[in-house]
Nanobody, 125 residues
Framework: QVQLVESGGGLVQAGDSLRLSCAAS????????MGWFRQAPGKEREFVAA????????DYADSVKGRFTISRDNAKNTVYLQMNSLKPEDTAVYYC??????????????????WGQGTQVTVSS
């Protein structure tokens, strides 16, 4: 079992930055890939970013590429999502997820095995 707890969400203005954190426990952190997803009201959950267990490779949705950066600190069992140049359309609940395969960078939510409870990000115009 893996437990994931997100933090760092909040209310910001367009153009601001936020850094989300996701703390993991229950299993050797480097043995699974991590992803960030988001879900806006009335919309389906969508892929944001993913990172391999080693941190050697990352993947991003086109909508956030160049603005968001995913990273991880395996010594701290934490994955981060640095979000810059935030836009109102980035408003959503952000979830981190763990995939027990450390090598895959998957964009489909049902490929992930464990999920956090989510943290709200609201960007005002």
């Amino acid at each position: 079992q893996v437990q994931l707890v997100e933090s760092g969400g909040g209310l910001v203005q367009a153009g601001d930055s936020l850094r989300l954190s996701c703390a993991a426990s229950g299993r050797t952190f480097s043995t699974y890939a991590m992803g960030w997803f988001r879900q806006a009201p009335g919309k389906e959950r969508e892929f944001v970013a993913a990172i391999r267990g080693s941190g050697s490779r990352t993947d991003y949705a086109d909508s956030v590429k160049g603005r968001f950066t995913i990273s991880r600190d395996n010594a701290k069992n934490t994955v981060y999502l640095q979000m810059n140049s935030l836009k109102p359309e980035d408003t959503a609940v952000y979830y981190c997820a763990a995939d027990v395969n450390p090598l895959l960078l998957l964009r489909v939510s049902n490929a992930y095995d464990y999920w956090g409870q989510g943290t709200q990000v609201t960007v005002s115009s």
